[in-house]
């Protein structure tokens, strides 16, 4: 999940003590070749600081509210602090734009990558690039490589899973939209239809409830819940990933934008030069292995 904040590693090292996750998205369709390559036009010359962004001379950065942590850190996308926030402005000043040239908007997760000419230059909200969702939006190359995971109660049944076949026979619960709800559909195949809900914090209110049996989020947000929202809870386990790609977390572009190779280009970049690895060590560096559910 990224270098966690001080709070979150604080959190993190209660829940150790006794025993993290990141955000909607979110989380966010089993992904066919999804790093295969970055959709977009291409020829474009991507002089810094002269891209033809939304509004001249700014970058329009997006994403949902509230921005969870630890990919954001104290629901403000603008103070660079929590993994996206920091992958964020990373990008924006490899494009050549600093951070006072940043404008933030709030788009709710499934509007970023729905059909529609898009208000944003970029948005940056754990979505995972998939081919279902590139014949919407344009993706930049990934920026996370994420798996899904399961978050149960403390000493309830489905905390004892051990497998996919221990959890068939339970509810489970996931965001709408999202690549964990595809998780639950195509890989575990439950025997009881799955509760979808609207936002992740409706997911872990029907977890804490008592509603599903177990909830499915994204590795990095399953840390964060288990760390630092629901202590009693526990992740019972990580998915491995489906076929031989990677889910990986994309900016979402415009369809056809002109500025999807040089955002790919600048997450490219930052890749090479290990400051995506830097800024993942700094925001989500607590997040330590889950047992693999087979």
């Known amino acids: 999940m990224h270098l966690a904040p001080r709070a979150l590693r604080r959190a993190v090292a209660a829940a150790t003590i006794a025993l993290l996750a990141t955000a909607v998205g979110c989380a966010p369709q089993p992904e066919e070749?999804?790093?295969?390559?970055?959709?977009?036009?291409?020829?474009?010359?991507?002089?810094?600081?002269?891209?033809?962004?939304?509004?001249?001379?700014?970058?329009?950065?997006?994403?949902?509210?509230?921005?969870?942590?630890?990919?954001?850190?104290?629901?403000?996308?603008?103070?660079?602090?929590?993994?996206?926030?920091?992958?964020?402005?990373?990008?924006?000043?490899?494009?050549?734009?600093?951070?006072?040239?940043?404008?933030?908007?709030?788009?709710?997760?499934?509007?970023?990558?729905?059909?529609?000419?898009?208000?944003?230059?970029?948005?940056?909200?754990?979505?995972?690039?998939?081919?279902?969702?590139r014949k919407a939006v344009d993706f930049s190359s990934g920026y996370y490589d994420?798996?899904?995971?399961?978050?149960?109660?403390?000493?309830?049944k489905a905390a004892k899973a051990t497998s996919i076949a221990d959890l068939r026979n339970l509810k489970l619960g996931a965001q709408v939209g999202t690549t964990s709800l595809d998780y639950i559909t195509d890989v575990v195949k439950p025997k009881q239809q799955a509760a979808v809900y609207a936002k992740n914090d409706q997911a872990k209110s029907a977890l804490k409830n008592g509603q599903v049996d177990a909830i499915v989020t994204d590795l990095p947000t399953a840390f964060y819940i288990t760390a630092a929202e629901v202590t009693n809870a526990k992740i019972v386990g990580q998915f491995e990933n489906q076929g031989g790609t990677p889910e990986q977390f994309g900016l979402v572009l415009d369809k056809g934008s002109a500025l999807t190779p040089c955002v790919t280009d600048a997450v490219d970049a930052l890749r090479k030069a290990g400051t995506l690895a830097k800024i993942e060590k700094q925001w989500l560096s607590d997040a330590v292995d889950a047992p693999v559910l087979k």
């Open 33 to 133: 070749k999804a790093a295969a390559s970055p959709s977009g036009s291409t020829g474009t010359t991507c002089a810094k600081g002269e891209l033809a962004t939304k509004t001249s001379g700014k970058l329009t950065i997006a994403t949902d509210e509230p921005a969870y942590e630890p990919w954001f850190k104290d629901d403000k996308p603008a103070n660079g602090k929590g993994f996206e926030s920091a992958v964020a402005y990373a990008v924006a000043q490899q494009l050549g734009y600093d951070k006072s040239a940043v404008v933030w908007q709030s788009v709710p997760f499934n509007k970023a990558f729905a059909p529609g000419v898009k208000t944003f230059d970029f948005d940056i909200n754990q979505v995972s690039i998939s081919a279902e969702r």
């Open 146 to 156: 994420v798996r899904q995971a399961v978050i149960a109660l403390k000493g309830s």
